[in-house]
């Protein structure tokens, strides 16, 4: 659990100026301060370098977050500066959007609104650019579940309408090109074009935002137009639309967005956006509800905390609350959409108390530890065989067919094979130990002999009679490499561990390819074929670069499902 | 010169058999079998009576003829023993007989005064080793180095750590290297469509490609909580893919261990904890493995509060990480909520980020038939082996080269 990218989400890192912030706060802080401060938004200061903060965002399902000004708003709220639920001015502008009917298939869905009176600095339309950014990389799952556009709305003619285009339907000059381009052309040659190409190329029409006079807004979610997707610091009101599949979503990144530039002294207004057999207006700013039981919260945080703690608390946190009969009932704002369960609020309580600020309390409960006995008795394998002079080994069980099958003169056999590998020599889980003992050898060809090694390690089995098709198997393997090796060796090594481990087993002569005819046995542990022993032929000792010869043997140990 | 054998010593100490068969046999002959009875080793009494015409057989019956005066081999074995010298004819019988054999000690004049280098078993018993000087060496040499059987050193980091846990009263977990994604991540509530789950971010087999899903209950039990929510939830509010959740992977973290021990009636209270091998399909550099070992776990009880979970990690910090001061931060999980991660001062690494936990949702724990909150928790060890092991490239972990295990230190 303990790693920075979260569970396969990038955690969004956000720039920023720190004399910004102080504006934003309406109050001084230091980056010291800030290194605290940051937690109530659950940011982490990632670094600091004169005025540029950069700080990493905890939370992969709070977009709000992931920009300088809803961060400060956050804050506002924890230093007590503004508490409650943050208010913002919504108008009507009459503006329509029309969605086709067409757009159901292809990216059914889209939501505007228009934020006016504003005078964005360079510094503050980079902080746009990179919120955008961040919402489509992590919340908008690479563009797929959202794709933002925001442009200058007085080069637009409404109403917008937002339908579909054949490939080379039309042509516009998308941003960071000079000549126009079907959107064919964009999806071949423009880097965006390529890079989110495969969200719409299998569909016989793309998704098309267009004003009433023809002009392109763009080609969501790949690219907009530079004739009206360009924010310069003149720009004063800006036009925003969201396409994705979910209302739900999309209405977040919304919220987000126009409440950041709110932040920024815009105002916002209205849109309304006419589906074929439905009409919403956007953006939806007013507050969400929840309501959770107060007892079952002072239990889970462990805190006695009074009702009027609580509600202090849920303000700082941009809540608004009330409590009565047992219940407290609250509101929060329209850009958030993480809040599925009770516990969503409790944490959110818990951050406003301040993690810091509580007391640690080791739980005391009456349990007794203990090993798992197939590690045990690992260690137990381990033990004696480090008795017998060998130097432990770790490692990957990642491997290939090359390693398991080829390079040990074996025929293929059914194995486990990883579906989407990031390299072809960590393709397959492995079946057996000996090759990685034999790779070992190799990558040590000129340390001083004897190589005396072995690992006690997973193996994996297909087994259909598993609930995963597989079976987990611990497995040892051992071997010596020196100028000269014996099968006796060996096999009195494999003695003294099998005496050791009180356990019964005979040898009996086999042919095994890997290993030299007349010098190989399958190792049998109560009746049961469960290892094999020899001298390495010499075949295999060439392929993997082996020049010393080697005798080895592997057991399996234990099996688990 | 000569010393007694065993079997010598005896002789002269219980008298040669034959002496005492002609002892025997002054007062009168015996049946054979009778004589045979009351002497201790009779073979060889008799072949050296007869041998030297002292006895006869007639009819089965033993009788003296003729009585010697003396016994030579009974004198020169008390010569031996008393250091004189013994004429050359017994030396060689007694030498036949195996009574006597040669000293190989050289003699004290040989050895009186000299420096020698070896100090024998010989020269110990016959303490000639007063009469010698032992030789001095060069004692402040280093010895010849010898590479002795030993753990891998990471790996003994993790059985230190293992053992802590143990003495902290946490059971150990194990499972399968192979998972459905249902045990990695349904049961964790974790949606389908999270993008942990893709295709960049964690590893699918394609052989075998899919697995079966657990009873029916738990599996309907975790679709309703992904659908429409279960425990006052709203859930994720999407269709649930069964198909989805059959998919086979390496596991993509430990956590699964824990969804399976709390589907399986776990104690409750409870601690357990497992170190797993887990795969992800990221860059292999200096600060990243494909394949790694985490440690992590749960504590079950009903009184558990959030308070208990920071003093998990507080207990963690001081007692695996050595750390004197520690600080708690905000943090998420897609399956745990509140969530809080553990910065700790490490007395030489200062703050390093040692461990994340959070209380389960109740979306993942009611499922799987659980109603008493569950802490997971987990700590990233592996900066601190790198650490201890002096390394600062992670991939020495798991490391290929000979020359360094043999002289890495051994973890203490």
Redo the contacts between chains.
Sequence with gaps: ????R????LMPTVEFSLEDLQQLLGKKITAEELEDAI?YA?G?VESVDGDVVKVDI????RPDLWSIEGIARELRGSYGVEEGLPKFSVAKSGVKMKVDAKVERVRPKTVGAIVKGLRLSGYAIKQLIQLQEKIHQ?YG?NRE?AAVGVYDYDTLRPPIHYTTVKPEGIKFVPLDFEEEMTPREILERHPKGREYGHLINKFKEYPLMIDSENNVLSLPPIINSSLTGKITPETKNVFIEITGHEL?RISVVLNVLATALAERGGRIYTVEVLYPRKKLVTPELGAKKFTLDFEYSK?????ELSKKEVVKLLRRARYEAKISGGKIFTKYPAYRNDI?????V??DI??AYG??K??????R????????A??EFS?TV?EL??????????????TSKDALFRKMNLEEK?????????SAN?SV?RNWLLPSLL??SA??LH??YP???FEVG?A?E?D?T???????VRKVACAVADTKVSYEEISSVLDALMRNLGMDYELRKTDHPSFIPGRVSEIFINGKPLGVVGEVHPQVLNNWGVENPVAAFEITLVF?? | MFVLTEEGREYLEQGLPEKNLVELLRRGPLELSEAQGKIKNFDIALQWAKKNRWVEIRERKLSLVSEPKEFPALEALKGISEGREIEEKLLSTLLQRKLIKKEEVLRAEEFAGKEITALTPELIKSRLWKEVKLKPYNVEAVGKRI??????P??QFV?KV?RK????????????????EFWNFDALY?PQ??????????????????????GKRIVENVKRAHES?V???????YKWDPRKAMQ?M?RA?G?CLSARTLAAEP?I???YFAVA?C?R????DAMHL??FN?V?GI?I?E??????L??????FAKEIAGAKKI????????FT?????LSAEHPELGWI???????F???LTEPLGIDV?V??????IDRLAMFKLGIDDIRY???????W??NAKTVI
């Design positions: 659990m303990a790693e920075k979260k569970d396969g989400d937690l659950k982490e905890k939370d992969t399902n992590t799952r579940l739900e239990k889970i945080l462990g805190l599925m369960h009770q516990r969503d409790i944490e818990a951050i993690l810091n509580m007391l640690p309390e080791p739980p409960l009456p349990t007794i530890g203990a090993a798992d197939r590690e260690d381990r065989i480090v008795g017998l002079g060998f130097q432990e080994i770790l490692t990957f069980s990642l059914e194995i486990c094979e990883i579906a989407n590998p990031i960590w889980l790779e070992f990558s040590n340390v001083e190589h005396r090694i997973d994996v297909i259909e598993q609930e995963t098709k597989t079976k987990t688990s499902v | 590479y002795p059987g030993k753990r891998q990471y790996l059985s293992k846990l143990i003495e902290l009263g946490f059971k150990e977990m194990s499972g399968p290297l192979v998972e459905t974790q469509n999270h993008p942990a789950r893709d295709w960049t971010s964690t590893y699918q087999l394609k052989n075998p490609r899919y697995g079966g899903l657990p929510g425990a006052g939830s709203r859930g994720w509010g086979l390496p973290h956590t104690e209270p409870g601690k091998r795969y399909p990221d860059i292999l494909i394949e985490q992590e504590v009880d009184s558990l509060t959030l308070r208990n920071l003093g998990i990690l507080e207990i600080k708690f931060l905000p943090d998420y999980y897609p909520e509140p969530s809080v991660q980020e040692f461990g994340g936990s959070g209380i949702r109740e979306e909150p802490i997971a928790w987990g700590i990233g972990l798991f490391t290929q080269d000979l020359k295990l043999r």
